[in-house]
């Protein structure tokens, strides 16, 4: 999940979803805060219904400008794309 945050708001959203454990949880894998057209990538795990539910939950913050989900089909390991391109 990309997300956008208000400019100057980064602190503030993070420090709202993490007072609501919505990130300290075993869906979500990962979160970084990045520079370019996105200010966060949330990495989730799960069933579609656990991550369209952690979705639409990160999407009620104030601090919120706008989301982009991206549904991976297939995840690969780089030693498994390394692998792939030797063969």
Known sequence: MLVNVQPGKEREFANEILSKGLIVDPAVEKMNFVHGSFDFVIVLQGSME????????LRKSPFVHNT????????????ELANSVKK
Do not use: G, V
């Not at 982009?68 to 030693?79: D, V, Y």
């Open 50 to 57: 656990d991550i369209d539910r952690r979705i639409i939950e």
């Open 68 to 79: 982009q989900s991206l549904i991976a089909f297939a995840m690969f390991t780089w030693e």
